[in-house]
């Protein structure tokens, strides 16, 4: 019988791209997710019931238990970038993560993937960082055998970086951004997810930084990606402190609106989590020690930032329209 992994998170937006992978290999996938009458796109990763939906709440240990028992690998892709309803940070991104390498080593299930964050540090002054490096402590004081990935910035159709600064594009002739000048390495989200594949299906150990070949400022990025939309815009870099300003007031919008209004915009950690680098450390192992050539950002954004021209995918024709005489 072919072998067994649950993804937890497995319909978000890197969870998704393992599982296809993994599908692909032959691999029985078990999707782990709080609602999975909303992930039913994922069984046609694979033949008929090989890639299945299942509920699961990363908070209770029932569920997590339930959703391993007899899995031969776990991957867990859950890990939220601001609080909302009781999605905190720490029961989620430490509690959750504690409890799912806890109960693996239980179930004695043979490999354990755990997608963490370039900058997890139990030190640092931001909640996602501060967080993501307990995960992280709590993973390897149960199960000192897990693979720990730690990527940069995720780029891919369904990612909430570029997709968010080019729709914020559509706005007005101004872009206002804060930590223009901090450095990010840009990884494609299918190399991610062939890193995880990697980890799973090699005797590969340790923590592995994952970040594309290109490294540059947030207002250099911004910068490529006005270019792929075709709008010229006056990007402004905001002083931190303005930064927080922002944030603390979307917080309270969030707060004051008991979490109708979902701050997905700017929070007060990002902004913190913003005053750092996000690239690959010099002595850490990468995508080229998991047999992974990571993918350039100019193969990947046009395909779908597209949608941002003005005319969309018909920007070339209306181009050429122009050059037409009567």
């Known amino acids: 019988m072919a072998k067994l992994v649950t993804i937890y998170g497995g319909s978000g937006f890197v969870g998704r791209y ?9 691999w029985r996938v078990r999707v782990a997710v709080r609602r999975p009458n909303e992930a039913g796109f994922v069984r046609t990763y694979g033949a008929v019931g090989q890639v299945e939906p299942i509920l699961c709440n990363i908070r209770d240990d029932a569920s997590v238990a339930a959703a391993m028992t007899g899995a031969d690998a776990v991957v867990n892709c859950v890990g939220i ?42 030190d640092a002054e931001s909640d996602y960082a501060r967080t993501k490096g307990e995960g992280e402590a709590a993973i390897l004081a149960a199960r000192p055998d897990a693979v720990i990935l730690r990527p ?4 891919g159709d369904e990612d909430q970086f570029f997709n968010r600064f080019a729709s914020l594009s559509r706005l007005g002739p101004v872009l206002k951004i804060v930590g223009g000048d901090t450095r990010f390495q840009p990884v494609y989200v299918d190399d991610v997810a062939a890193a995880a594949v990697a980890a799973i299906e090699t005797d590969a150990a340790g923590t592995y930084e994952l970040g594309g070949p290109e490294v540059d400022t947030l207002r250099g990025l911004i910068g490529d990606m006005l270019k792929i939309v075709q709008r010229r815009r006056l990007v402004i870099n905001l002083p931190f402190w303005v930064g927080s300003i922002i944030g603390f007031s979307f917080d ?17 950690d990002q ?13 850490a192992k990468g995508l ?23 005319g969309g995918q018909y920007n070339a024709i209306k181009d050429s329209a122009k050059n037409l005489r009567a």
Request: hydrophobic letters at 45%; glycine letters at 8%.
């Open 152 to 155: 940069s910035v995720i780029f």
């Open 252 to 268: 309270m919008a969030q707060v004051c609106t008991g979490g109708l209004f979902n701050n997905g915009i700017l929070t007060r």
């Open 271 to 283: 902004v913190r989590n913003l005053r750092n680098d996000n690239v690959v450390a010099d002595d």
């Open 81 to 122: 970038l601001n609080e909302h309803g009781k999605n905190r940070f720490d029961s989620v991104q430490v509690e959750g993560a504690e409890r799912v390498a806890r109960l693996s080593a239980v179930e004695g299930v043979a490999r354990l993937v755990h997608l963490s964050a370039i900058g997890a540090d139990a």
């Open 18 to 26: 393992i599982a296809r992978r993994l599908a692909k290999d032959g």
């Open 288 to 310: 080229a020690d998991l047999g992974v050539t990571p993918t350039a950002m100019e193969v990947v954004l046009p395909t779908y930032l597209y949608r941002f021209r003005s």
